[in-house]
Structures are given as structure tokens and as C-alpha cells.
């Protein structure tokens, strides 16, 4: 599985709309069930956004939602801070993320 850390900062005028649209991205991932993904999205006190994004293969399975579209459309206008996107790996999980033996070895 692939995994990417994406963080940005978000317009104060804009955080109630992109928790809403976000909401909804999952909303859509509760109807789909796709089982290829993995998503966790945190709200930090500052107006900043982090999403984890794990998947196998590609990532259409959640960019492809039209909730996901959605959320993007405008999402440059929501920013207050450009999004850095970096690949991860994970190094510890406990009960976070679903059952997992892909932490990276000591």
C-alpha cells in the first residue's frame, strides 16, 4: 500500500466549507466501501489540514468519487498555505489505522 501525508493551511472563512466538504468525501467512502483505500483526515487548532491517504495500485478509488471532486474544485481558493504532499511510510500503529503489518523494520 502507498501511503502520503498532505497538509495545508485553510482561510478562516473557509474552514467550516472544507470540514463540510471533507465530511462529505467520507460520507461517500461509507457508501462505496472501497476496500483499496485508507483516509484519515485531522483538523488541527491553527486552520491547518492533515490527510492521510493510503492505497493500492492507484488512488482512483477515492479521486474518483464525485464527493472527492467536489472537495478539489475549489480547493486553491480555500487554501491559506500552499499543500505539501509527501510520501510516507509507517513506522507504528496502534489501533489507528487498520490492521497492518506494513510498519517499516527497526
Do not use: C, W
Not at 485508507?38 to 488512488?59: A, K, M, P, Q
Not at 474518483?64 to 507504528?92: C, M, N, Y
Request: glycine residues 6%; negative net charge; aromatic residues 8%.
Amino acid at each position: 500500500m502507498t501511503y502520503n501525508l498532505i497538509r495545508y493551511g485553510v482561510k478562516d472563512a473557509s474552514i467550516a466549507e472544507n470540514r463540510a466538504l471533507v465530511t462529505k468525501v467520507f460520507e461517500a467512502l461509507d457508501e462505496a466501501k472501497p476496500q483499496s483505500v485508507r483516509y484519515l483526515v485531522l483538523e488541527l487548532d491553527n486552520g491547518e489540514f492533515v490527510h492521510i491517504v493510503g492505497y493500492e495500485n492507484d488512488s482512483s478509488a477515492l479521486t474518483g468519487l464525485d464527493a472527492f471532486k467536489a472537495f478539489g474544485a475549489d480547493h486553491a481558493e480555500r487554501r491559506s498555505t500552499p499543500l505539501v504532499r509527501s510520501p510516507a511510510k509507517i513506522v507504528g500503529n496502534y489501533h489507528m489505522l487498520a490492521n497492518t503489518d506494513e510498519t517499516v523494520p527497526a
